[in-house]
């Protein structure tokens, strides 16, 4: 399932498989722009053990130019931070990525992003340059993040010889693992944005989808805190431990 609940073939396991047949490709960059990543580098890792108010965590989306992990490309990344348990509506990150040539037009529809805007978009170096410096080290969060952690990996590869191996708390799998009760009624992204009334100002925005699964964070966050998992990796760890539990019953 994509993360719209459209069918797909990715998974989690499509991660580790794209890692290995992809590798590091040498990146051509400026000695600023050397310096920009090797600070990046030098962020300490956050404690995932400690509470989620006491943590920045960054809310992600991207728009693609379709679902094809090996062929289609990055287009556009979105991101809002979440500081003090609350949604930082200030703390905000959107960028489109320079494309040689846009989209299809089918895909145009989907996210909006049309062709002038793609080919006028920001320089890939320097558009992913700013989203690690937006997000630091934080914490990743996603609504079946999979996808959304490939196609940044391939492009982090590509355009700055980074392996963008990142934590990710991965929606999909804590909203059912939190909520069994729900799960049967919502096997999609708005499915669960429905049933608690959170409106998405703009579907298939990237921003706009980083914002409305921010609020979803929210709610499943309050529900983790009612079954005393309030740390980031007690979050993860449920989410992983639900996709394991579905995995091997089928």
Not at 103 to 127: F, R, W
């Amino acid at each position: 399932m994509c993360k719209r609940g459209c069918s797909s073939t990715f998974n989690c396991d499509a991660v580790s498989f794209w890692r290995r047949i992809l590798g590091i490709s040498p990146a051509r960059l400026s000695e600023a722009q050397r310096d920009r990543l090797r600070t990046w580098r030098e962020i300490p890792e956050p404690d995932l053990d400690l509470a989620m108010p006491l943590l920045r965590v960054i809310v992600v989306d991207v728009e693609a130019s379709g679902l094809n992990l090996f062929r289609d490309r990055l287009i556009a990344i979105g991101a809002i931070g979440i500081r003090d348990s609350r949604i930082d509506y200030a703390d905000n990150f959107h960028v489109v990525l320079r494309q040689q040539n846009a989209s299809e037009d089918a895909n145009i529809l989907v996210h909006g992003i049309g062709g002038t805007e793609q080919t006028g978009g920001e320089p890939p170096v320097e558009a992913l340059l700013g989203f690690l410096e937006f997000c630091g080290k934080a914490p990743l969060v996603g609504y079946h993040s999979p996808f959304d952690e490939i196609m940044l990996d391939k492009a982090m590869r590509r355009h700055l010889g980074l392996a963008f191996e990142r934590a990710w708390l991965d929606l999909s799998w804590l909203a059912p693992a939190l909520l069994p009760e729900r799960a049967k009624a919502c096997k999609s992204l708005d499915a669960w944005l429905d049933a608690f009334d959170i409106v998405n100002l703009k579907r298939h925005d990237a921003l706009a989808d980083a914002l409305a699964t921010a609020q979803l964070l929210q709610v499943l966050k309050h529900h983790g805190e009612e079954q005393d998992l309030r740390s980031a990796a007690a979050l993860i760890e449920a989410a992983r431990s639900q996709e394991w539990l579905v995995k091997t019953r089928k």
